[in-house]
């Protein structure tokens, strides 16, 4: 596609449910970024995929959360028992590999709004 | 955690005015890079700077970087109300995974 997607646009949900959000990159790029931002804050690291697999996920705040990314392609990013702490945007990017170190492209990114 | 810090928090000027925005950080880096943020949704990348660079031009951006103070600025010259956003520096550090830290953004407000 033309940019990185991201789906859905909005999500709210109740403490305690699970919930699942999706990000498509740029075709043909094999590194994708995970982050999350709170309101007045830069955006934080969660998880980076190269290919298929997370060659680093520092970022994960506890075992609640969890990213998948089974074909080096689309990624799904997974919150379990969810609380209200984690009401933040969630971004998406993604970028080449040629030299690994390469511009990052971001999605419009998925408001979690946990109540 | 957030490495970096964009100095000022916010901004404000008149249109046609030139805003400058700067940018320190902690650690040696590979590269640093510098996004755009309307409405607290998606980042649009305006910039990479390597870290053998020392200056670059992108149509009304000028970025700078100097390694040995760890700091960085944005320049954006003859502002328009449309370059009204938030400003983030993020930086990707050596021996990590090419993961991006950002600062904490500057606010820039253009007025007619």
């Known amino acids: 596609g033309a940019g990185v997607s991201q789906t859905p646009s909005n999500k709210v949900t109740e403490k305690g449910k699970y919930v699942e959000l999706r990000c498509d990159p740029i075709s043909g790029h094999t590194a994708l970024y995970w982050y999350r931002q709170s309101l007045g804050q830069g955006p934080e690291f969660l998880i980076y995929f190269q290919g298929t697999g997370a060659a680093d996920d520092s970022g994960l705040p506890n075992d609640r959360f969890f990213a998948v990314r089974p074909e080096g392609s689309v990624s799904t990013l997974k919150i379990q028992r969810t609380e209200r702490g984690d009401s933040a945007v969630y971004l998406c990017?993604?970028?080449?590999?040629?030299?690994?170190?390469?511009?990052?492209?971001f999605g419009p990114g998925t408001r979690l709004t946990v109540l | 955690s957030q490495q970096g810090e964009e100095d000022p928090q916010a901004l404000s000027i008149q249109e046609g005015e030139n805003a400058t925005m700067n940018c320190s950080y902690k650690t040696s880096i590979n590269n640093l890079q510098w996004y755009r943020q309307n409405s607290g949704r998606g980042l649009v990348h305006l910039i990479l700077?390597?870290?053998?660079?020392r200056e670059k031009h992108s149509g009304r951006l000028r970025v700078t970087l100097d390694t040995s103070k760890k700091s960085s600025s944005l320049l954006i010259t003859a502002s328009r109300a449309a370059d009204t956003a938030s400003y983030f520096c993020a930086t990707d550090a050596t021996g990590t995974a090419s993961k991006l830290t950002f600062g904490t953004g500057t606010r820039l407000q253009v007025t007619l």
């Open positions: 700077i390597r870290s053998n660079e």
């Open positions: 990017a993604s970028s080449q590999w040629s030299s690994g170190r390469d511009t990052q492209y």
